[in-house]
């Protein structure tokens, strides 16, 4: 009876060795494993390997579970049966049911949840030495497994492509929620994986905010304006603005100026300036990064599909769409957004939707839309007159200013502003959601 005992125990250890290793192998961090293994760490390329071959890992793990659990429990009610007859098969079936369930299942387990990195690196080598032993027979029931599947309808493919690692990295980086710096670090990671849906149409510089240099301007002329400017890469238009024949540096012009002794006479500006570099407004911001690499440019002219231009971009507004505004000693800060003490906010009507929507946690479409005042064109589908106010998508608008047909400030109250402005007595979400303008 000592020795059925301590076989039984020795058989719970090993259900306990087996549940502890499938929590802590399935559980383990891929991202960690995979960067133990490139510093030279074995035991994370064991885990790598092993968990590799998932049918092979849960063939193994489930073979040896239920042998161990199996033969426990039978021994068990042989045991007991000897003891108290016919009723040792049900007190047999409540004791093993009981130790397999606490100490064959939850405790392991558990203790692997919490554990799963260091368990993992531990149990790798033990567990791809099993598989290798139980191979002929994990292999055998595979076969029959699959047969099976294949008899029902069901794939044999893998799970692989079941879902695309982009959204896998999405889901993982929206599960660290946080504040400061994790909160800012998500967001850039989140712009990142968005490069490739944005397009340079979103992010460029409208040609009404472009500043451009007239090339037929005298030289001096140039140059004094060339200084004058915030920018180091300036277009040049001749005959129409939309004529651009060339990008001016302001270092190549100077170098060429000081060539001359300083003198700026018959300097021909075309001639030190680059070839304007034309791209296409629905270019993606990831392409256009990688244009931007393959050229060893940083700036080009942005036009439709009938050639127009539309504005510039630059590699800074790239990476700004990543990190955020990047501001020098030399840009021009125009306020675009202005908070208001009862929660709403001034907004000049070229701030785009993306910018509000990063920087204010707003949920606001900008698929048919680029501007916070494009967007009030496209729901009130008219042009809005001064005094004239809208509710669009939970959020109230109310119209400033308008310069001739563009809308240039708008207050834009969120829900949580209108109900506030509703609790005092104002004339805030206490509208209906229509887009019919209310006096």
């Given at each position: 009876?000592?020795?059925?005992?301590?076989?039984?125990?020795?058989?719970?250890?090993?259900?306990?060795?087996?549940?502890?290793?499938?929590?802590?192998?399935?559980?383990?961090?891929?991202?960690?494993?995979?960067?133990l293994e490139q510093k030279g760490d074995k035991?994370?390329?064991?885990?790598?390997?092993?968990?590799?071959?998932?049918?092979?890992?849960?063939?193994?793990?489930?073979?040896?579970?239920?042998?161990?659990?199996?033969?426990?429990?039978?021994?068990?009610?042989?045991?007991?049966?000897?003891?108290?007859?016919?009723?040792?098969?049900?007190?047999?079936?409540?004791?093993?049911?009981?130790?397999?369930?606490?100490?064959?299942?939850?405790?392991?387990?558990?203790?692997?949840?919490?554990?799963?990195?260091?368990?993992?690196?531990?149990?790798?080598?033990?567990?791809?030495?099993?598989?290798?032993?139980?191979?002929?027979?994990?292999?055998?029931?595979?076969?029959?497994?699959?047969?099976?599947?294949?008899?029902?309808?069901?794939?044999?493919?893998?799970?692989?492509?079941?879902?695309?690692?982009?959204?896998?990295?999405?889901?993982?980086?929206?599960?660290?929620?946080?504040?400061?710096?994790?909160?800012?670090?998500?967001?850039?990671?989140?712009?990142?994986?968005?490069?490739?849906?944005?397009?340079?149409?979103?992010?460029?510089?409208?040609?009404?905010?472009?500043?451009?240099?007239?090339?037929?301007?005298?030289?001096?002329?140039?140059?004094?304006?060339?200084?004058?400017?915030?920018?180091?890469?300036?277009?040049?238009?001749?005959?129409?603005p939309d004529n651009i024949v060339g990008v001016?540096?302001?270092?190549?012009?100077?170098?060429?100026?000081?060539?001359?002794?300083?003198?700026?006479?018959?300097?021909?500006?075309?001639?030190?300036?680059?070839?304007?570099?034309?791209?296409?407004?629905?270019?993606?911001?990831?392409?256009?990064?990688?244009?931007?690499?393959?050229?060893?440019?940083?700036?080009?002219?942005?036009?439709?599909?009938?050639?127009?231009?539309?504005?510039?971009?630059?590699?800074?507004?790239?990476?700004?769409?990543?990190?955020?505004?990047?501001?020098?000693?030399?840009?021009?800060?125009?306020?675009?957004?202005?908070?208001?003490?009862?929660?709403?906010?001034?907004?000049?009507?070229?701030?785009?939707?993306?910018?509000?929507?990063?920087?204010?946690?707003?949920?606001?479409?900008?698929?048919?839309?680029?501007?916070?005042?494009?967007?009030?064109?496209?729901?009130?589908?008219?042009?809005?007159?001064?005094?004239?106010?809208?509710?669009?998508?939970?959020?109230?608008?109310?119209?400033?200013?308008?310069?001739?047909?563009?809308?240039?400030?708008?207050?834009?109250?969120?829900?949580?502003?209108?109900?506030?402005?509703?609790?005092?007595?104002?004339?805030?979400?206490?509208?209906?959601?229509?887009?019919?303008?209310?006096?």
């Amino acid at each position: 009876m000592i020795v059925t005992l301590c076989v039984i125990f020795g058989l719970l250890l090993c259900s306990a060795f087996f549940s502890a290793s499938e929590t802590a192998l399935t559980a383990a961090s891929r991202p960690l494993m995979h960067q133990l293994e490139q510093k030279g760490d074995k035991k994370a390329s064991t885990v790598n390997r092993v968990r590799a071959r998932t049918d092979r890992l849960i063939g193994t793990i489930l073979l040896g579970n239920n042998l161990v659990n199996i033969g426990a429990s039978a021994l068990a009610t042989g045991a007991l049966i000897t003891l108290f007859g016919e009723a040792g098969v049900a007190y047999a079936t409540i004791a093993m049911t009981i130790l397999v369930l606490i100490f064959g299942e939850i405790l392991p387990k558990s203790y692997a949840f919490r554990h799963a990195n260091d368990l993992a690196l531990r149990v790798a080598k033990p567990i791809d030495i099993l598989a290798s032993l139980f191979a002929p027979v994990t292999k055998t029931i595979g076969f029959f497994v699959q047969g099976v599947l294949h008899l029902f309808g069901g794939s044999q493919q893998e799970r692989s492509g079941l879902w695309p690692s982009e959204e896998e990295l999405r889901g993982a980086i929206a599960l660290h929620e946080g504040e400061g710096d994790v909160k800012q670090e998500r967001a850039m990671l989140h712009s990142i994986l968005d490069l490739g849906r944005v397009t340079v149409g979103e992010v460029m510089i409208h040609r009404k905010n472009v500043i451009a240099i007239d090339a037929d301007q005298s030289p001096e002329a140039v140059v004094t304006e060339v200084l004058a400017s915030p920018y180091t890469r300036i277009p040049l238009w001749r005959g129409s603005p939309d004529n651009i024949v060339g990008v001016v540096h302001a270092k190549a012009l100077l170098r060429a100026v000081q060539s001359r002794g300083g003198s700026t006479t018959g300097l021909d500006i075309v001639a030190h300036s680059a070839k304007p570099w034309f791209v296409p407004d629905t270019t993606s911001l990831l392409d256009q990064l990688q244009a931007f690499r393959r050229r060893r440019e940083h700036f080009a002219i942005v036009v439709d599909e009938y050639g127009s231009l539309m504005g510039i971009v630059t590699l800074e507004d790239v990476l700004e769409e990543i990190v955020g505004d990047i501001a020098d000693e030399h840009d021009i800060t125009v306020p675009g957004v202005v908070r208001q003490p009862d929660g709403s906010y001034v907004v000049q009507g070229t701030v785009t939707i993306r910018d509000l929507n990063r920087e204010l946690g707003w949920r606001l479409p900008d698929e048919e839309a680029v501007t916070i005042a494009g967007l009030l064109l496209h729901e009130a589908k008219r042009i809005p007159e001064v005094g004239q106010a809208f509710m669009f998508h939970g959020f109230r608008f109310d119209i400033l200013r308008r310069q001739r047909h563009q809308v240039t400030s708008v207050r834009v109250s969120p829900p949580e502003a209108g109900r506030k402005k509703a609790a005092a007595g104002g004339s805030g979400s206490d509208q209906p959601p229509s887009p019919e303008p209310s006096p």
